[in-house]
């Protein structure tokens, strides 16, 4: 699913030969999701029959990578997996804990196929522990981790997360993870078995929160908590996400001192409230939020978010419109600038944008190099150039149904 | 320095790092950098840098030494100030950097030519000397100087549109944790691991542009094949995935006032006869249990009533039993913790998640380990964040051309 093709993802946008291992019968989630062109539909209603090669997902998250179809239930089916192992360096997974178990491929037996391999094993729960088994994807990995919990208005039931946040943020810490032990090979010679648990990667995000908790005890379950937009360390007043011109617009506003609070009555042009009392300090500012939100609300709703984002900035005042994926793909001038997407073809779907890489090198280059592979498309080149299998072995596992 | 490097079980051992870092993305990713074994000089204006004083404080202590934001993101470093005011300070930068392997700076364009740092200029003097530039929008472009704030870079990067609750008369809500600085910082650690790869191959360092902007605005999942593909946008939803659609509540309140997080996908029949099965154990599967809800048309019908009915059975248990016997029967369902919950979560006790630190004066405080596990090699358990100038004075620098 999306932690270990995002993992694996950036290894082959920079040069590795990643080959991933698909099942013809059950086919990876990402190839499953909805997610067409010219077709919409909501994740969780996805057709019972759908094209593996139409899927949007799959190819966002698999560009660059080799793709090749085993049948794991079959002895020849594994026999074929550890032959490949045997060719490789690096071996990833992120199935439900107990499969790879189940098909011999413990981290003893990878070494012994291939000596001094990494074996990164990338689970929600971690492979020890009383709830090693229980079953996850980032929203339960959200819950269990506290992250939902912190993200909410005061009282109310929390607002927590959009979007598997942890299936990308596990997935970041999986490919730092595999780097490290590739380095440290490099160094020693030693391979290693890598147990990231995406719980334990959503903990050590929680923030200062975990340290109020453990050094102060404080409870996170009072009903001053969570903030919702607000922000009491720094202190930032006002600080918020304000209504704009257009349906669902709004622009996002964070101002910590009291230079910060000149420069956005000034771009606001003094209006007469920011002179009241009640609003002459940081502190004041702060305590009198309600108020001074209504007053900023009814200045932002005269602009759009990028109107306001661009006055705002120029008068130095850190505010950012509040941008939807066409914000950013279509009208964002500093993305474009940057280049963040490109586009790719693919045989089926035709041109497709993906997304590229926040991290510019002066001496590294990201190798796009292919879109996403088809479903089993690299069996020939794979089976036969990197494991070496005759014509007739090849013929024969296609036969069988094997690959 | 690098001694040890061959035979030390830290991937990072005899790495030298020097930190010039002002907010929580570079901070984090000196932090990561500590945690697995490199050796991290952070340096600080006199007074201190910003997070030593923006709090939270252990025991409500207003004091620059007792900022558990500092000491969240910087244990196991050491601190040295880096008087930022005075003439000479590039000179004694450059010193320092001579013998580093790796510079942390947050600094914007103008900011550093306020510094009178180039960054290019760096990597020139300093042939092996990876310069890893974490920054709001990235080093060029017309956004480049703009100001941000975790808020404001989770709002133009993407992913504030896509957290809220189900009204949307209510804003986009913010979720918790600094987690826009922390996602560049996670960029930043991979891009220094690639760069650190490449200087074994060439011998060369080089420069990194790490952009938040950027780093959020390909951390948005669904929202960018939807709009790659179908071209359309998803809506946000209370604590469950934005989509183009409206879909059914995935929070339930317990007994106990807590939540779970469940998603009954329908169409997996599974899933459904499982969930049938428990509510029937406990006599509370009501007519779920009949025939006709076999069939994937009727349940889909019938969604708004097989949602009432969960509701209930939900709300007369609570949270902790709902997640035990929900994971039991193979459902992916999760209790919303809280932190405080966590301490004492008997499954990151068995696996020794949490460091214990002992603080002067504070006494022993449970911190998050890393999150890294290797059967080969280990990281460096959590040690407290330095008092400021700890490391003592940056020396003055001789003339490094």
Same mark, same amino acid.
């Given at each position: 699913m999306g932690v270990g093709s995002i993992a694996t993802r950036l290894l082959a946008d920079y040069g590795a030969e990643v080959i991933k291992i698909e099942d013809r019968i059950k086919l990876d989630m990402p190839r499953r999701l909805p997610i067409y062109k010219g077709g919409s539909r909501a994740f969780g209603e996805e057709e019972a029959d759908p094209n593996p090669d139409l899927g949007g997902m799959h190819n966002n998250y698999s560009r660059n990578k080799l793709g090749v179809t085993i049948n794991m239930r079959t002895e020849k089916g594994r026999e074929l997996a550890r032959k490949l192992i045997a060719k490789s360096s690096v071996v990833t997974e992120n199935f439900a804990p107990g499969i790879m178990e189940k098909w011999g491929l413990t981290y003893d037996a990878l070494n012994e196929i291939c000596p001094e391999v990494i074996y990164a094993r990338m689970s929600g729960f971690g492979h020890s522990g009383p709830d090693m088994e229980y079953r996850s994807f980032g929203p339960v990995v959200q819950a269990v981790s506290g992250i939902s919990h912190i993200s !909410? $208005?005061? !009282? *109310?039931e929390p607002s927590g997360w959009g979007l598997s946040y942890m299936d990308n943020q596990a997935a970041y810490y999986n490919s730092a993870a595999l780097l490290m032990a590739i380095l440290t090979r490099n160094r020693t010679g030693k391979g290693t078995e890598i147990d990231v648990s995406a719980v334990e990667v959503g903990i050590s995000l929680l923030g200062s929160v975990m340290l109020e908790v453990s050094a102060n005890s404080r409870s996170t379950r009072l009903e001053d908590y969570p903030l919702g937009n607000r922000l009491d360390h720094p202190l930032g007043a006002p600080h918020g996400v304000y209504p704009c011109q257009g349906e669902d617009r709004w622009v996002a506003i964070a101002v910590f001192s009291d230079e910060e609070w000149e420069n956005l009555i000034g771009a606001m042009g003094h209006p007469s409230w920011s002179q009241d009392e009640s609003f002459s300090t940081h502190q004041l500012r702060s305590q009198n939020q309600d108020a001074l939100d209504q007053h900023i609300s009814e200045w932002t709703k005269q602009h759009t978010p990028h109107e306001a984002m661009t006055i705002l900035q120029r008068a130095r005042v850190r505010a950012g419109a509040v941008q939807n994926a066409q914000d950013l793909n279509e009208h964002d001038p500093q993305l474009a600038h940057r280049g963040i997407f490109f586009e790719m073809d693919h045989p089926v779907i035709g041109m497709a944008r993906f997304e590229g890489s926040p991290m510019h090198f002066s001496g590294l280059e990201q190798d796009n190099w292919r879109s996403a592979p088809l479903l089993g498309e690299d069996n020939h080149y794979v089976f036969? *150039?990197?494991? !070496? $299998?005759s014509d007739d072995e090849f013929d024969q596992l296609v036969d069988e149904k094997v690959i | 320095m690098a001694s040890d490097s061959k035979t030390s079980t830290q991937p990072y051992a005899g790495l030298r790092v020097i930190e010039l870092s002002d907010d929580p993305a570079g901070e984090q990713a000196g932090l990561l950098l500590a945690q697995m074994g490199a050796h991290v000089l952070k340096l600080e204006p006199a007074e201190g840098c910003a997070s030593r004083h923006t709090g939270p404080f252990a025991g409500d202590k207003d004091d620059k030494e007792f900022s558990l934001a500092y000491w969240y993101y910087n244990s196991n470093k050491e601190s040295a100030v880096l008087d930022d005011t005075g003439d000479g300070k590039v000179s004694r930068l450059k010193a320092l950097l001579k013998d580093a392997d790796i510079f942390i700076v947050t600094k914007q364009p103008a900011e550093l030519e306020e510094f009178g740092l180039d960054l290019n200029e760096l990597v020139e003097l300093f042939p092996r000397l990876i310069v890893l530039s974490i920054t709001p929008f990235g080093l060029d472009g017309p956004w480049a100087d703009y100001l941000t704030s975790d808020l404001v870079g989770l709002a133009a990067g993407g992913p504030l549109h896509m957290c809220g609750y189900d009204d949307h008369s209510i804003p986009p809500i913010r979720p918790g944790g600094n987690q826009g600085f922390h996602t560049a910082a996670s960029f930043a650690h991979t891009s220094v691991l690639l760069a650190l790869l490449s200087r074994e191959q060439t011998g060369q360092g080089q420069l990194v542009d790490v952009s938040m902007h950027e780093a959020l605005a390909v951390t948005v999942e669904l929202a960018n094949p939807y709009w790659f593909y179908p071209r359309v946008l998803v809506r946000r939803q209370t604590c469950r995935h934005a989509q183009p659609t409206m879909t059914q509540p995935a929070l339930f309140q317990c007994s106990d006032r807590r939540y779970v997080y469940f998603v009954l996908i329908l169409a997996e029949n599974k899933a459904w006869s499982s969930f049938v099965n428990w509510m029937d154990s406990k006599g509370l599967a009501a007519d779920l249990i009949d025939d006709a809800f076999n069939n994937l048309e009727h349940r889909q019908k019938h969604m708004a009533h097989i949602h009432g009915i969960t509701e209930s059975f939900f709300l007369i248990h609570d949270a902790e039993t709902m997640y035990r016997e929900g994971q039991e029967r193979g459902l992916p369902i999760g209790v919303l913790n809280a932190p405080e919950d966590l301490l004492e979560y008997e499954h990151l006790q068995a696996r020794g998640f949490f460091d214990s630190v002992d603080h002067e004066g504070v006494g022993p405080v449970q911190y998050p380990g890393a999150p890294f596990r290797f059967s080969a090699f280990s990281g460096v358990a959590r040690q407290p964040a330095p008092a400021l100038g700890s490391a003592g004075p940056v020396p003055a620098g001789e003339e490094v051309e």
């Open positions: !909410g $208005l005061p !009282g *109310e036969k *150039e990197i494991t !070496g $299998l | -």
